[in-house]
């Protein structure tokens, strides 16, 4: 079973006008991600360290950190703490890839395995993607990806 | 909206949802892809339905079920909006940090629209001192 069988996927993509290495400890370092994200945090950046975001109003985030390869990528499991939750922990997880772009850097999130009906979803990301590879082969350049969430 | 994030959080009944999202099916045709009884089976399928998460109608002397996916269109626009706003504040945060640090350089001019220096010199021994309190503490 692939992982878009199991689950929604969400994709999400920013340019910042600064280089990677400026951008990386922004989901690393909790003195950088407090500046937007979470009131709280314990960040122990390694495979299998703890990823916990207390967002405030009861609503807090715990995940393990899976891959931290500064500073183009790093990924973590994610889920609301708390019984009944939609997206318990572990059961999620995000992937963030820092790709350098001139002097700035394009941030490009994937969040996966989110519980869903899921088929028309599906649908909806392989007809946005298909339709890049449409243009892509007509030799023309589709331009940057902005991802299924953008439209 | 809750009464959607509650009935999903249960592990059956997001199985019920991938079951019939592509495809309609009885209510027996369900049960025989769990080892749970038809009563508990049906318990599901009534929460789904009255978190509008499920269509049912009536073919003979069975109901038929297909998911109704709008009715997590509200789940998923939630992580977008989460994630969306959170990049863009990341983004402030980080450029912002830039400017700070090339102006200190001096390889850029770093415009800002409230008193910059103050407002530079205040986030970074703030973000200093906290890191020393409490970054890793929860």
Known sequence: ?151 | MDAALRAIAEPHRRQILRLVADEELSAGDIAAHFALSRPAVSQHLRVLVEAGLLDQRREATRIIYRARPEGLDEVRSYLDTFWSTGLRRLRLAAESEQRAGDGAGGSRPAPRATTPSTARVGRETGATRKGDDRGRRR
Do not use: C, N
């Not at chain 1, 996927?9 to 003195?31: G, K, S, W």
């Not at chain 1, 339709?131 to 299924?148: H, W």
């Open chain 1, 1 to 151: 079973m692939t992982v878009a069988d199991d689950g929604d996927v969400i994709e999400q993509e920013i340019r910042v006008a600064a280089p990677p290495e400026a951008v990386f400890p922004y989901f690393t370092d909790p003195d950088k991600m407090r500046h937007w994200s979470g009131v709280d945090h314990e960040l122990e950046a390694r495979p299998g360290g703890v990823y916990h975001v207390d967002m405030g109003g009861g609503h807090v985030i715990r995940g393990a950190f899976v891959e931290v390869a500064p500073p183009h990528r790093v990924s973590f499991t994610w889920g609301w703490e708390g019984e009944d939750q939609v997206v318990p922990p572990g059961s999620s997880t995000v992937e963030v890839t820092l790709v350098p772009d001139g002097e700035g850097t394009i941030v490009r999130l994937v969040h996966r395995g989110l519980p869903a009906a899921a088929a028309p979803m599906h649908r909806a990301g392989w007809t946005h993607y298909l339709a890049r590879l449409a243009v892509a082969g007509t030799g023309e350049d589709p331009g940057p990806d902005p991802g299924i969430g953008a439209g």
